[in-house]
């Protein structure tokens, strides 16, 4: 069994700086060694797709520290990920594992709004969170790949490579959850 | 055009899509810099309620545990075995006794009356059933693959899509994230149970997509069977039995054609693929009855079996194709995670 232990944090930087030509690997390769600056380097590179991650599950505004958090539980478990190409996949399972233990952590309440209590929220953030909570309320499968690509931006290729998921899936879920959110909203709108 | 810039944000914009990004444009990742590892990781203030919520979440954990038999597995290393009842026995690759860790071409067995919990590397566990083999075939960093021998093995898998791979004799089965049963004989007849996410069975070109809540047969030399849903009627069960047993036969797709219904899509899809020529008019004009396919695709691209027009088609269908466990029974596989 190959077990290493996550060495002690090195003071020097193994890779250039220019970390937007290294692949994916390489950084957490180096970042297995304890070269926090190619850490630093994965946590800008996936800091978007695990915001995205959480966002289809956890209130808006917990998710900041949430990435946080996942970034800090990764940093302490690099040492067992054997597939370092697979990074992507892995620190995602990181982020719903995460979303899921401050789902059973929070208060019922909580995920009904995403509005601070108190405060009165603009149109344009009134319209925002009903979309939100449109798409938290898809099935999973679509939910995900739908909130990277409408509210992070990524494109159907970035969001397979980095989910782990062919290019036909991708299409299928993006395809399968606009329409169920456009029902969802119509419905809202109908009925809300 | 829709689809197209769905999948890719530089193509023509498709305004609909455009206002839902503009709406959730303040919700998008903000690039904040990654505090120090030593900052504590909760902020979050815990109530007496949350305590309350833990101990008693706690105790139900361990009692349920205890209950199952299967305290000792609740820790193991990568590879580990546990025995749940029994005593199942080790073997590595050259067929000495071992001791309780897998290796690569190595064995788990165990007999009528024993059964056994293995630690699938770090993504999961693999409960193995009486008179089961397991085999481990490839531990790489690149995939985990399995070879199911003989008798019955749960398993409960946290990973990326294709990384968790288990051979039979008659099938693969690809786990594309999620809990299943699988079961096979040594010429691997079997079946798949799917509890939570999806499973792709293979066999050469022959590819079956069991989602949760449906399952499918193995047939020695046929490969995998057509997916029908659990809560399936009997009639459904023994249609799909006489088709598997004889895809050629025309009398089976009638039958299985007769005992589907709005509930059983899943199984009139992948008979769509699987029917003989002549008899995919039948199977189409049945499924289109049920649920009519998307205007463009038409019962000619169907019956050529155009593979793009049955995707569109099974694009529509496939949110009825899910059936999630109850809740008690998501919360029960939850808490053996």
């Known amino acids: 069994m190959r077990v290493r232990p996550l060495a002690e944090p090195t003071a020097t930087a193994v890779i250039p700086s220019d970390v937007r030509t290294i692949d994916t690997a390489a950084l957490v390769g180096a970042a297995q060694t304890g070269d926090r600056a190619a850490f630093g380097a994965l946590y800008e590179r996936f800091a978007r797709l695990v915001h995205g991650v959480l966002l289809a599950s956890a209130p808006r505004d917990d998710v900041p520290d949430l990435v946080q958090d996942v970034f800090l539980r990764a940093l302490r478990q690099l040492h067992t990920l054997r597939e370092p190409a697979a990074f992507g996949g892995w620190i995602a399972t990181m982020a719903r594992n995460e979303a899921r233990m401050h789902h059973r952590s929070s208060r019922p309440t909580e995920a009904l709004s995403d509005q601070v209590a108190g405060s009165t929220p603009s149109p344009e953030t009134t319209a925002m969170d009903d979309v939100l909570r449109a798409l938290r309320a898809l099935p999973e499968r679509y939910r995900e790949p739908l909130t990277l690509r409408l509210v992070e931006q990524m494109g159907g290729e970035e969001i397979a490579r980095t989910l782990g998921l062919t290019h036909g899936t991708v299409r299928v879920y993006l395809h399968h959850g606009i329409r169920l959110l456009r029902e969802q909203l119509g419905h809202e709108t109908t009925h809300g | 055009m829709a689809d197209d810039y769905l999948w890719d944000p530089t193509a023509a914009p498709d305004p609909e899509i455009e206002r839902l990004e503009a709406l959730l444009r303040p919700a998008a990742y903000r690039a904040t810099p990654l505090r120090a590892a030593e900052t504590p990781t909760r902020r979050r203030s815990i109530r007496i309620g949350a305590w309350a919520a833990l101990a008693a979440a706690t105790v139900v954990a361990a009692a349920g545990l205890s209950l199952a038999g299967r305290s000792r597995a609740a820790h193991l290393a990568p590879w580990a075995v546990a025995a749940a009842h029994g005593t199942p026995v080790v073997r590595n690759s050259a067929g000495a006794l071992a001791s309780g860790r897998l290796e690569r071409g190595g064995v788990v067995e165990t007999d009528a009356r024993s059964s056994a919990v293995l630690a699938v590397g770090r993504i999961g566990r693999a409960e193995l059933g009486p008179d ?33 791979l288990v051979q039979t004799a008659s099938a693969l089965a690809v786990d594309l994230g999620c809990v299943y049963t699988l079961s096979a004989d040594e010429r691997g007849n079997g079946l798949l149970t799917v509890e939570q996410g999806e499973v792709e069975l293979q066999m050469g070109d022959v590819n079956v997509a069991v989602l949760a809540g449906n399952a499918a047969s193995l047939r020695n030399g046929r490969g995998p069977g057509l997916p029908y849903p659990v809560s399936a009627s009997d009639r459904l069960r023994r249609a799909v039995a006489a088709f598997d047993a004889d895809p050629a036969s025309d009398a089976a797709v009638g039958q299985v054609l007769a005992a589907a219904d709005a509930h059983s899509t899943i199984t009139l899809w992948h008979l769509l693929r699987r029917a003989s020529p002549a008899a995919r008019e039948r199977v189409y004009t049945r499924l289109a009855s049920i649920a009519p396919p998307p205007p463009t695709v038409t019962r000619e691209r169907v019956l050529q079996g155009e593979s793009g027009a049955l995707q569109r088609w099974r694009t529509d269908l496939q949110s009825s194709w899910v059936v999630d466990p109850p809740w008690w029974r998501q919360l029960w596989l939850a808490m053996r995670r």
């Open chain 2, 132 to 164: 089961s083999r397991l085999r481990l075939l490839d531990d790489a960093a690149a995939e985990h693959r399995l070879a199911l021998e003989r008798g019955t093995m749960h398993a409960s898998i946290d990973a990326p899509p294709r990384y968790f």
